[in-house]
């Protein structure tokens, strides 16, 4: 038994070693972020590309609950589109916007889903402070664990008979979630101090509406590439586009 545990718990810190030291970045310092009515605010738009020879998608094999989560999965660490280049999932936010528009989450669910044994969406931001659900779609015993500075670590099992759980984080920060039961599944609870953050489609595609006149720090994340930032300019009423390369 005692050598089982063990087995467990090395798995457990293989499985967050794996997912990097991203844990607890930043999700920018805008704590003290007004909601007001934006005037003429503008858009921002843009495309998020691999530079380099495009990545195969590496195969994870499955060796438990294969009934339901087949026999291999594909990691999603890194997702680029073979036509576009457009790499999936990197979140693309304002650094230092401190008023703005409110949330639209009226009516919206924010969940993540564990659905096929893997999490959906890959990449969830929540408002800090704004409870969410967590899912389990797939009828077996799964369970959360979270690896964060800011926030409490969340170690609770899932099984199959409780279909939702409801959490909240208070803090800022990117949140590192993963499965100890099945040590493929991985992903990431991005609490946001304020609502202009986008995560990049299938194209690598992104879109921040409502943005007030200004110049801002435009941060660019990814859980493999690393991060950068860029400075745009909005102007009342206009569209900015711009094309950001990681490799």
């Given at each position: ?10 798995m ?15 999700a ?17 738009t ?7 020879e495009i ?14 989560c ?5 990691d999603?660490?890194?997702?680029v ?6 790499i ?7 650094k ?21 044994c ?6 969830l931001v929540v ?26 670590m ?9 279909k ?28 946001a101090?304020?609502p ?12 921040l ?20 930032s860029?400075?745009v300019?909005?102007?009342a ?8 390369t990681?490799?």
């Amino acid at each position: 038994m005692m050598i089982r545990k063990s087995i467990i718990a090395f798995m457990v810190i293989a499985v967050f070693s794996a997912l990097g030291s991203s844990a607890g970045f930043s999700a920018g310092k805008d704590d003290t972020y007004t909601a007001t009515k934006v005037e003429n605010g503008g858009t921002i738009t843009g495309k998020v590309i691999f530079d380099g020879e495009i990545p195969v998608p590496k195969q994870i094999q499955v060796t438990k609950d294969t009934k339901v989560c087949g026999k291999h999965k594909v990691d999603e660490s890194l997702l680029v589109d073979k036509n576009t280049k457009g790499i999936k999932n990197a979140v693309v936010y304002l650094k230092d916007v401190q008023s703005g528009k409110s949330w639209q989450i009226a009516g919206k669910d924010l969940a993540i889903d564990q659905k096929g044994c893997r999490f959906s969406p890959h990449v969830l931001v929540v408002p800090a402070g704004q409870p969410f659900m967590v899912l389990n779609s797939d009828g077996i015993l799964h369970n959360i664990h979270t690896r964060s500075e800011r926030n409490p670590m969340v170690n609770k099992a899932q099984p199959k008979f409780l279909k939702k759980m409801k959490l909240t984080f208070e803090e800022p920060e990117f949140v590192q979630v993963a499965c100890d039961v099945h040590n493929w599944m991985h992903g990431w609870i991005v609490v946001a101090p304020h609502p202009y953050y986008a995560v990049t489609d299938d194209s690598g595609e992104f879109q921040l509406t409502d943005v007030p006149p200004g110049t801002y720090t435009l941060q660019i994340w990814h859980e493999t590439l690393g991060s950068q930032s860029k400075t745009v300019e909005v102007k009342a009423g206009g569209t900015t586009n711009l094309t950001v390369t990681m490799q």
